[in-house]
């Protein structure tokens, strides 16, 4: 056995059980959004029942999606990469999987306390305060066998998709812990909200992002068959994101009570940050330029460079509304929801989809069982999450402008804006479908009922015409 | 790897991060931690209470239960409690928003305006009104009742849905009786008044 395929066999169980049970989170959380929507929707649906209120349904959603979905499939991303970047098998399995299992009860509890009226209204950090230890314990048991692979690590250059993958991880913890600590035991009630907001833009930029171009840095190159148009360009973007997305967060509360400064200081960042992103973007896609024509056919590639293009349009529009100028309307409507699924689905589940299509048919040994399903998942996830973008953007616009007439009854606020929350069910609903079949098809390789063959399921390719799609991808 | 670059890379990863950690959040979360009420002064002409914030006027009950029901229905997702100053949105414009203009003491909130509570209710979105100073803006605790239980029934474009979980069903009255919950959640939603004089303020028209 080669030391590439000693090294996925190792990383098997763990990294399926994170995907699986990832997968599995994300399903209810997308419903769970579905349903908060239509509950904003149509504000008299169930009114006696206390479990199907917004202000339950929708931090209970963004709880599963970020911690159940987005940070296990995140940790089985970083532990296949680490892994297979530093050239060393995995060699606690079990370990992994009972902190795993642990982080799953975690992830549990922090649904079930908010949903049953036991939150605290802090967006991601409303779980009761005897909760956050358990996540903060799994986590570390987990992260605990990674960075060591990546000490074991040979002389060799250090890749950058190790690097961010190396930040990802340590960042993590310490805005998690700092969060928690300052709303639960702090005494200076302000600064507790602006943590959270703080909390919020900290997560994209240093959970969210770090992994998804982990992913691009690695997987584009791969697939194309290139080296990094730039490795310079990819190493000052990753400082440049570094030393930025501790300074965001504030723009979220302009005008907020807090020192005037604070906001100033994390619009400067967010814009700022802007370059950093575009810069890595670019010098991604054009690691890719003249070979285009291989998205068309790699499920893993599509979906990365999808992921990607969201990530330069999440930076945008985390510049853009930090400004004054947009910022006045923008702030507290419904475009807060746009962006901060722009970051949680947008950018980062796309990009991690690309690594789950690419990572699971290696450490299963087997293909993925439909090109078909893929091609359905890539399109209903995409014009879901491209719905939902655009609808909380043009009804945060909406919604905005009517609250600045103020002569105008408060409610015509909500009026107006109520056709674009419409379009948010909607693109739950396609965002929910579309997760249903990529569950589907996980759960198939799961139980060791993937394709066996030698060609990779290409998304515009029956089994058996794998050549031919090769051919005219050019690829070999 | 050699150990010596190991740490390198850690301690470079950990000190760009150190920086804006301890200066946006640490320096300045120990610096409003324990503020001290600040005094009046004759000048300021207030009478009855004697510094800013003043932690008896803003008294909701004996406890925190009231904004932790507020914080459990998930609140805080449609409704703000931040009054922005006109240079960052039109919040002052909105009448009531920003507290008593008859009386000229409407103004932008404050941090000291949060003083009381564990954790300030600045809020995600606003799908609902501002609550900075509801407690002006609704000053019965019926009408607040009903908000609560009929929304619909006062305004019917209102986005908000009813909380009718938080009150028994009753054959006499309005065939709502509040508990508990709902008591103390009008409790707090009561005391919301944001617009306290802040000692050395200049007011319109004084």
């Known amino acids: 056995m080669s030391e590439r395929a000693a090294i996925d066999r190792s990383a098997r169980f763990p990294v399926l059980f994170f995907f699986t049970s990832a997968a599995a989170w994300l399903l209810v959380a997308t419903l769970l959004g579905f349903f908060s929507s239509l509950k904003l929707s149509v504000p008299g649906l169930w009114d006696n029942c206390q479990f199907l209120g917004y202000g339950r349904l929708f931090p209970a959603h963004m709880n599963a999606l970020v911690y159940g979905w987005a940070m296990q499939a995140g940790l089985g991303v970083v532990l296949w990469l ?9 060699e606690h399995p079990v370990a992994i999987i009972v ?12 649904v079930i306390t908010v949903w049953f009226g036991f939150g605290n209204s802090m967006p991601l950090l409303d779980f009761p305060a005897w909760v956050w230890p358990v996540l903060a314990i799994s986590y570390a048991l987990i992260v605990v066998w990674i960075v060591p692979m990546f000490r074991q690590r040979g002389e060799s250059l250090i890749y950058v998709s190790e690097m961010f993958v190396l930040g990802a991880v340590v960042w993590f913890p310490w805005i998690f812990i700092t969060a928690n600590l300052l709303i639960n035991k702090g005494s200076a009630p302000v600064m507790a909200a602006g943590t959270n907001a703080w909390f919020i833009t900290n997560l994209s930029y240093f959970w969210m992002a770090p992994i998804a171009l982990a992913i691009a840095y690695y997987i584009v190159p791969k697939i194309s068959g290139r080296a ?56 991604i896609l054009m690691t890719l330029k003249g070979a285009t024509k291989i998205w068309e056919f790699s499920p893993s590639l599509r979906f990365t460079v999808f992921g990607m293009l969201m990530l330069a349009a999440y930076a945008l529009l985390s510049a853009v509304s930090s400004t004054y100028y947009f910022g006045k309307n923008l702030q507290f409507s419904h475009f807060v929801v746009g962006l901060d699924t722009l970051a949680f689905y947008g950018f980062f589940s796309m990009t991690v989809f690309g690594a789950i299509y690419f990572i699971v048919p290696r450490i299963t040994g087997s293909e993925w069982p439909s090109g078909k399903r893929i091609r359905t998942h890539f399109w209903f996830s995409a014009y879901g999450i491209i719905t939902l973008v655009v609808c909380m953007l043009v009804g945060g616009i909406a919604q905005g402008g009517s609250l600045a007439q103020w002569d105008q009854a408060f409610s015509t606020s909500f009026v107006t804006s109520s056709a674009y929350v419409a379009g ?26 993937g394709r066996k063959s030698s060609g990779p399921t290409l998304i515009h390719a029956e089994p058996g015409k794998v050549e031919s799609a090769k051919a005219a991808a050019g690829i070999n | 790897m050699s150990s010596n670059k190991f740490w390198k890379l850690l301690s470079a990863l950990g000190a760009v991060f150190a920086l804006p950690w301890l200066f946006l959040i640490v320096i300045p979360f120990l610096k409003m931690s324990n503020a001290q009420p600040v005094p009046y002064s004759e000048e300021d002409g207030v009478e009855g209470i004697a510094a800013y914030p003043d932690k008896t006027l803003q008294r909701h009950g004996a406890s925190d239960y009231g904004r932790q029901i507020y914080a459990a229905e998930g609140c805080a997702y449609c ?10 949105g039109p919040d002052m414009w909105r009448p009531g928003w920003g507290g008593r203009e008859e009386d000229g003491l409407a103004r ?15 809020g995600y979105q606003r799908i609902g009104q501002d609550l900075s100073n509801v407690g002006h803006r609704i000053t019965s605790r ?8 009929d929304p619909k029934g006062l305004d019917p474009n209102s986005g908000m849905p009813a909380y009718k979980h938080l009150y028994k069903k009753s054959s006499i009255g309005s065939g709502y009786v509040p508990t508990g919950k709902a008591e103390a959640l009008v409790d707090y939603l009561m005391s919301l008044k944001k617009d306290q004089k802040i000692p050395g303020a200049i007011v319109s028209g004084s």
């Open chain 1, 82 to 90: 680490m892994a297979r970047l530093s050239r060393n098998k995995i």
């Open chain 1, 99 to 110: 902190a795993g299992a642990l982080w799953n009860a975690g992830v549990t509890l922090s």
């Open chain 2, 79 to 88: 409704h703000t409690q931040v009054v922005r100053p006109t240079y960052a």
């Open chain 2, 108 to 122: 932008e909130t404050q941090p000291g305006d949060y003083a009381t509570e564990k954790v300030a209710m600045l």
């Open chain 1, 228 to 283: 990094v148009f730039s490795y310079p360009l990819a190493q000052v973007s990753f400082w440049l994101l570094a030393g930025l997305a501790g300074w965001t967060g504030f723009a979220r509360y302009m005008g907020g009570p807090f020192p005037a400064w604070m906001s100033a200081v994390s619009s400067t960042a967010s814009i700022f940050i802007l370059l950093a992103v575009l810069v890595t973007v670019v010098n």
């Open chain 1, 424 to 449: 948010r069910c909607i693109a739950w609903a396609l965002i929910s479908f579309s997760n249903l079949m990529f569950l589907y098809q996980l759960a198939l390789m799961f139980i060791g009922k």
């Open chain 2, 142 to 149: 019926e009408l607040m009742h009903q908000h609560l239980v």
